[in-house]
């Protein structure tokens, strides 16, 4: 399918793509001698791209509140069922990413997907939400974790307050902004390490968990099918905190154009990380269960570490850390993959064009990083986070789905695509349907959360008619759109990307 670029449609100097230079504006608006081409270089290779995905998707939940799919499934065996469940059906949406990134050779993810298959209006709407909503409250989310984790050592026999917790969660932001901001290199080196530190504190867990299964501690898993029974209405909410766990395997698609050999990388990465993780994730509850019953692991607000607790003495003070340091990774993985997805698309013409520029000596999307930071702060000093991610929760997961069954769109619009990578029809049907089946089953279950999200993500269709397709705006407001563009260009030191062959 042939598209063309939603940018044309814009007049130059509108709200969203000014009339703007490739390079810094200066004072004698002369071309800088022997200016260095300014690009995202291809700095990801195979060992970066393992640690993005694992240090993304293994965050806070695994080691503070598993009990999600518990409380929804209503019994042990058919907990792990799910687990198991979700972390096949996460492997086949990340392998259908696999093929699709193979494909369509751009970064952005889900939103160049969509864009490329369905059109500019529900692209703009899948980056609408994203932006406004979705990223921030995320980000926000697995930030107080890390707050209040990083603080728990400190304040062992008393609450910790939620001001202290606070105010560091926002320096941690800061911090991650500042350095995905600063070099690509050195956000990727310190994932790595952030994901070493994730394995090892699973291990910490699982290691332990097999002693007591080698010692016979298998009481626990006696009628493990027994329990309350698993209700139709609980299946979607079992199936979101379980697919909510393994979120993070389609960042990788995010930076496409930023991977080292990306038809041989992203699919090797994708499997890689995924075994490691479902593998991970399965072990690391049956070791739970080992030692804490399923009431108990109900009642704990932390099951990490009430499990360090029984079984690691002393050594338990160190699983905060280790839960800590896993939501860093979660919070620099998240933030720099999805700053390509807003780099891209305001290089698209869906948001301004500022985002879509370089910082020229550092080589990074500045002002797409940035643009995170005010709106994540204002997210975690609100009002309730989680109630408005729950509303949300829906469409990541139907937009996700559309993107998935794009693939099988284009399997059949553009049968001679080059596809380096392809799998079987059945993985992305499989997972579409299931995607887009359990978004219909919350409307049973939860119509009003479901009903308030899709209310929120449809203010996304006037948005995109008033600053997208609109192109009649007063001149006075594009002249001035565009001395904000160019004074910001100045500020940030950042120009756009030269242009390049995807």
Not at 51 to 79: A, D, E, R, Y
Not at 200 to 206: D, F, V
Not at 321 to 346: D, E, H, P
Request: hydrophobic content about 50%; charged content about 15%.
């Amino acid at each position: 399918m042939v598209r063309k670029p939603v940018v044309a449609t814009i007049s130059k100097g509108g709200y969203l793509q000014g009339n703007v230079s490739g390079r810094l504006p200066s004072m004698g608006d002369q071309e800088p001698p022997g200016q260095e081409k300014v690009v995202l270089k291809k700095k990801i290779t195979l060992l970066r791209g393992v640690s993005i995905i694992i240090g993304t998707v293994i965050g806070s939940g695994i080691f503070i509140s598993p009990k999600g799919i518990l409380q929804n499934t209503g019994s042990v065996g058919m907990s792990l069922v799910f687990w198991s469940a979700c972390g096949v059906l996460s492997l086949f949406g990340a392998l259908s990413y696999a093929e699709l990134g193979t494909s369509i050779k751009k970064s952005g993810g889900h939103y160049t997907y969509i864009l490329e298959v369905f059109g500019p209006l529900l692209a703009f709407v899948r980056v609408w939400v994203e932006l406004l909503v979705i990223r921030p409250g995320a980000t926000a989310v697995i930030s107080l974790a890390f707050g209040r984790y990083i603080l728990e050592p400190f304040f062992i026999q008393c609450e910790i307050p939620e001001l202290a917790i606070k105010l560091v969660t926002a320096v941690g932001i800061t911090v991650v902004m500042v350095l995905n901001s600063t070099s690509v290199s050195w956000s990727a080196r310190i994932q790595i390490f952030l994901t070493f530190c994730k394995l090892t504190a699973i291990l910490i867990i699982i290691v332990p968990g097999v002693i007591q299964l080698i010692k016979g501690q298998t009481h626990h898993f006696k009628d493990a099918f027994s329990g309350k029974d698993t209700s139709l209405m609980g299946l979607p909410l079992a199936f979101y905190y379980g697919m909510y766990a393994y979120a993070g395997w389609f960042y990788l698609n995010f930076i496409t154009e930023e991977v080292d050999n990306p038809e041989k990388t992203i699919p090797l990465a994708i499997c890689i990380s995924m075994a490691i993780i479902t593998v991970g994730y399965v072990l690391t509850n049956v070791a739970y269960f080992t030692t804490i019953s399923a009431e108990e692991l109900l009642q704990s607000s932390a099951v990490a570490v009430t499990f360090s607790e029984r079984l690691l003495g002393k050594f338990s003070l160190a699983v905060p850390i280790f839960v800590a340091l896993s939501c860093f990774g979660s919070m620099n993985g998240g933030v720099f993959a999805v700053s390509r997805l807003f780099y891209v698309a305001s290089r698209e013409g869906h948001l301004p064009e500022i985002l879509s520029m370089i910082h020229v000596h550092k080589h990074t999307p500045l002002p797409a990083v940035i643009v995170l930071h005010p709106l994540t702060m204002i997210m975690l000093f609100s009002g309730d986070l989680y109630s408005l991610l729950n509303f949300l929760s829906f469409a990541r997961w139907l937009f996700m789905g559309l993107a998935v069954a794009g693939l099988i769109y284009l399997r059949y619009k553009r049968p001679d695509m080059h596809r380096p990578f392809k799998v079987p029809l059945f993985i992305p049907a499989l997972f579409s349907f299931t995607c887009l089946f359990m978004v219909v089953l919350s409307l049973y279950s939860d119509p009003f959360s479901t009903g308030v999200g899709f209310l929120i993500t449809l203010t996304g269709v006037p948005a995109y008619y008033l600053f997208i397709v609109w192109d009649k705006k007063p001149k006075w407001f594009r002249r001035l759109s565009d001395r904000i563009t160019r004074t910001l260009q100045i500020i940030l030191e950042v120009v756009p990307e030269d242009s390049k062959e995807l």
